[in-house]
């Protein structure tokens, strides 16, 4: 069975600058994706970033960016000019190959406070 | 284009009830995928239904059940409920053919406690 970890329970940043969030997985599987999702206080699950195992190439949208170590079975997420906006629940997530259909597994997720 | 629409946002239920949870899709997406949400368990996969048959259950008791009907809406049924039952459910569509792999659209969750 898959299985993803964030072990990073909380993190803090100042406005304006950097920070990662870690998550590591394990599969057996060669064909899967990766997904950050952003959960605000509001509870919608909104997708940040999103990363194909076949491509090598890191997925990068606006301010945030990831850094995917296929053999390493790591996927961290930067995000870069931290804002306000930026504060919520991130989780990391796995979803397999096409017997796995839409079934996402999740990791505990990464409470992010940023400071102003 | 309206997004994934749970109803109701806030239960609450007695021990022993059942309760059903109601997921409006995206226009035009055919799957729908629920989640348990719970601070002691995280972030669990209930079941996935894409035109109107269960494609994949994860591993929760009988007691959780759920439907899709033809106009892609999505229902989950909890009888017997425990207090363990308590936790946000969350909704997910996608436009989601088999071996197609579509974005998944969350709604706002329905949070159910049960007293």
């Known amino acids: 069975a898959q299985t993803v970890t964030q072990s990073q329970p909380e993190m803090s940043v100042q406005e304006a600058e950097t920070v990662t969030l870690s998550c590591t997985y394990d599969t057996s599987e060669s064909d899967y994706y990766l997904f950050w999702y952003k959960q605000p206080p509001s509870r919608q699950m909104i997708l940040v970033i999103r990363q194909e195992a076949y491509k090598q190439q890191n997925a990068t949208e606006n301010r945030f960016s990831v850094n995917f170590q296929k053999a390493a079975k790591s996927f961290s997420l930067k995000i870069s000019d931290s804002q306000l906006g930026d504060a919520a629940m991130y989780f990391c997530?796995?979803?397999?190959?096409?017997?796995?259909?839409?079934?996402?597994?999740f990791g505990e997720g990464t409470q992010l406070t940023v400071n102003p | 284009k309206a997004g994934v629409t749970q109803t109701p946002r806030y239960l609450i239920k007695t021990r022993g009830q059942q309760v059903t949870l109601s997921c409006s899709p995206i226009?035009?997406?055919?799957?729908v995928s629920w989640y348990q949400q719970t601070p002691g368990q995280g972030l669990q996969f209930l079941f996935e239904?894409?035109?109107?048959?269960?494609?994949n259950k994860g591993n929760f008791p009988g007691r959780f059940s759920g439907r899709q009907f033809s106009n892609s809406r999505s229902e989950m049924n909890v009888s017997t409920l425990e207090l363990g039952d308590s936790a946000l459910y969350l909704c997910?569509?996608?436009?989601?053919?088999?071996?197609?792999?579509?974005?998944?659209?969350f709604g706002n969750g329905t949070r159910l406690t049960v007293t």
């Open positions: 997910a569509s996608s436009w989601g053919p088999p071996g197609v792999h579509s974005p998944l659209h």
């Open positions: 226009s035009g997406h055919r799957s």
């Open positions: 997530a796995y979803r397999g190959g096409e017997t796995s259909g839409s079934r996402l597994t």
């Open positions: 239904y894409f035109s109107e048959t269960q494609r």
